[in-house]
Structure formats: C-alpha cells, structure tokens
C-alpha cells in the first residue's frame, strides 16, 4: 500500500469550510476510485491564527495513485474552492510505501 500525503496551512476560521469541503467533495470522489483505500485529515494550532493541515490518503499501489492524479501522480490536486480556503499549501506531494500497519 502506498500513503499519500500532503500539507497546508488555513486559519481557524475556514478550518470547518474545508473540513466542510472535504467531507461533501474531495473524500467522495475519492471513494469513487478503484484502489482508494481511506483517507485522513490532521490539523494541528500552528504559529498565531494559523492551522496547519496534514491530509493522508492511503491506496493500494500507484497505479490507482495516477487514475486520481493523473498526468502527474506527484502534483497536488486541489479544487479551486479548497485553494480559496487555504493560505498556503504544498504544490507537490509525498508517497510512501507503508512498510508495516497493525
């Protein structure tokens, strides 16, 4: 299995917008690909008003990565609605290959 992970950065106020916006749109459509297996959201209070987000997506190889991030399995896929919410956020992501889970 592979995890796919990703970082932005959003202020306690648009926190539930896109905690909003992910629940109704992004986790979805990602139920909708052959190979997703779950998907994750961490937030953690970072530096004054801004909340640090750390969103995990977990698929069973690659192959099923580039059917929802094709051309570019590596680029980050983010709605424009979700950019609007966000301060800032990683334009690429990191894959992991999950070596051991219980």
Not at 42 to 55: G, K, P, Y
């Amino acid at each position: 299995m592979i995890a796919r992970m990703w970082s932005a950065r959003t202020t306690s106020q648009k926190l539930d917008a896109y905690k909003i916006h992910l629940s109704e749109n992004v986790f979805p459509e990602l139920s909708s690909i052959q190979g997703f297996i779950r998907a994750e959201l961490f937030t953690r209070q970072a530096a004054s008003d801004e909340i640090e987000i750390v969103v995990t997506t977990v698929w069973k190889d690659l192959a099923a990565i580039a059917a929802f991030a094709h051309p570019d399995r590596e680029a980050a896929v983010v709605a424009p609605e979700a950019a609007a919410l966000l301060s800032d956020y990683d334009r690429r992501v990191r894959h992991y290959e999950i070596a051991f889970a219980t």
